[in-house]
């Protein structure tokens, strides 16, 4: 078996095993409404990762995004209630903003070498100072045009239904299948991930690649505030905390290494899934309390960066017997 496609059928396991337990244990369960729902109630998170997948595959870190979606949420309401956009213009307007923010950040860090863990952190601080700039509370949003988009979903039957920020996040993710495996974009970002020097040395527009990075996770940060608003009916500067955490713990634990290089979105969606199937489990119960969602995503992202170690150390072994 491919050790590169280990941790990803692991988490794939871990998602059935959590999913069959819950309807066993609990009527209606295994329901495509709840299915449904679990598109549709984790739309933002599973846009933002698909992005910091992206990011992380080409050995880099984006802590920006959860206050990108933030920013990206509220200057959509204002620029609809207070300037009375389209939404559709004020949409391209904030996924242009989330996208060159995204590029500006990649290119510190490509142009002066600065630690991306840096970059990203003082552009969250940016970003989430700009998104309290621009409104110091959250601001509803009464747009007919709006709410049409808002009320839009897809149904599978049996009450089950696709919200639009679930449609949203599908189309985002079979975009992403599509650039990663059938795209020479998608090649070098595993190159680089895998070594940037050997990319560079092969050739590759590495700084480019490592720029266009950041600014898809940009433009899914922003896309995810767009979401966001289509999900609350409102743009919240507040909104976002923490997002980027779960974003990363989501793709971690979809099989992808932190190091770059290895990895997969389809794993990434699969992990997006597990917080979801989490989540339902504790509304299902009643009776156990929220932070136990925190709890069960800690133990699972420890046990995953154990797998992808012992992963890490077996090729290592394994080399060393084939040059031996």
Same mark, same amino acid.
């Given at each position: 078996?491919?050790?590169?496609?280990?941790?990803?059928? =692991?988490?794939?396991?871990?998602?059935?095993?959590?999913?069959?337990?819950?309807?066993?244990?609990?009527?209606?369960?295994?329901?495509?409404?709840?299915?449904?729902?679990?598109?549709?109630?984790?739309?933002?998170?599973?846009?933002?990762?698909?992005?910091?997948?992206?990011?992380?595959?080409?050995?880099?870190?984006?802590?920006?995004?959860?206050?990108?979606?933030?920013?990206?949420?509220?200057?959509?309401?204002?620029?609809?209630?207070? &300037?009375?956009?389209?939404?559709?213009?004020?949409?391209?307007?904030?996924?242009?903003?989330?996208?060159?923010?995204? @590029?500006?950040?990649?290119?510190?860090?490509?142009?002066?070498?600065?630690?991306?863990?840096?970059?990203?952190?003082?552009?969250?601080?940016?970003?989430?100072?700009?998104?309290?700039? =621009?409104?110091? /509370?959250?601001?509803?949003?009464?747009?007919?045009?709006?709410? $049409?988009? !808002?009320?839009?979903?897809?149904?599978?039957?049996?009450?089950?239904?696709?919200?639009?920020?679930?449609?949203?996040?599908?189309?985002?993710?079979?975009?992403?299948? @599509?650039?990663?495996? @059938?795209?020479?974009?998608?090649?070098?970002?595993?190159?680089?991930?895998?070594?940037?020097?050997?990319?560079?040395?092969?050739?590759?527009?590495?700084?480019?690649?490592?720029?266009?990075?950041?600014?898809?996770?940009?433009?899914?940060?922003?896309? &995810?505030?767009?979401?966001?608003?289509?999900?609350?009916?409102?743009?919240?500067?507040?909104?976002?905390? *923490?997002? /980027?955490?779960?974003?990363?713990?989501?793709?971690?634990?979809?099989?992808?290494?932190?190091?770059? *290089? =290895?990895?997969?979105?389809?794993?990434?969606?699969?992990?997006?899934?597990?917080?979801?199937?989490? !989540?339902?489990?504790?509304?299902?119960?009643?009776?156990?309390?929220?932070?136990?969602?925190?709890?069960?995503?800690?133990?699972?992202? $420890? =046990?995953?960066?154990?797998? !992808?170690?012992?992963?890490?150390?077996?090729?290592?072994?394994?080399?060393?017997?084939?040059?031996?």
């Amino acid at each position: 078996m491919n050790r590169k496609l280990l941790p990803t059928l =692991v988490t794939a396991l871990v998602l059935a095993g959590l999913f069959l337990g819950g309807a066993g244990l609990y009527p209606g369960f295994g329901s495509l409404r709840v299915v449904a729902n679990l598109i549709s109630d984790n739309a933002v998170l599973g846009i933002v990762s698909m992005g910091m997948t992206l990011v992380i595959l080409s050995g880099g870190i984006d802590l920006s995004v959860g206050a990108v979606v933030a920013c990206s949420s509220i200057v959509m309401a204002t620029l609809m209630e207070r &300037g009375h956009f389209h939404p559709v213009v004020a949409a391209l307007i904030v996924l242009m903003m989330g996208g060159g923010f995204g @590029w500006m950040q990649g290119g510190l860090i490509q142009r002066y070498g600065l630690p991306a863990f840096l970059v990203t952190l003082g552009g969250m601080f940016f970003a989430r100072g700009m998104a309290f700039v =621009v409104s110091m /509370e959250s601001m509803g949003i009464g747009d007919r045009t709006f709410r $049409l988009a !808002q009320d839009f979903s897809w149904g599978w039957g049996w009450k089950a239904s696709i919200s639009s920020g679930g449609l949203i996040f599908l189309g985002i993710f079979g975009l992403g299948l @599509w650039v990663m495996h @059938w795209t020479i974009f998608g090649r070098n970002i595993y190159a680089m991930g895998g070594s940037g020097e050997s990319a560079d040395l092969m050739g590759l527009p590495v700084a480019r690649t490592r720029m266009s990075v950041y600014a898809v996770s940009g433009f899914c940060g922003a896309l &995810g505030g767009v979401a966001t608003t289509l999900y609350t009916s409102s743009g919240n500067p507040a909104m976002g905390s *923490g997002l /980027e955490l779960d974003a990363i713990a989501a793709v971690v634990i979809g099989g992808t290494l932190l190091s770059g *290089g =290895v990895g997969y979105l389809w794993g990434t969606m699969l992990g997006v899934l597990i917080f979801g199937t989490i !989540q339902s489990v504790l509304i299902f119960d009643g009776r156990l309390n929220s932070w136990w969602l925190r709890i069960a995503i800690g133990t699972l992202l $420890l =046990v995953f960066i154990l797998l !992808q170690r012992i992963l890490a150390v077996g090729v290592t072994r394994a080399g060393k017997g084939k040059s031996d």
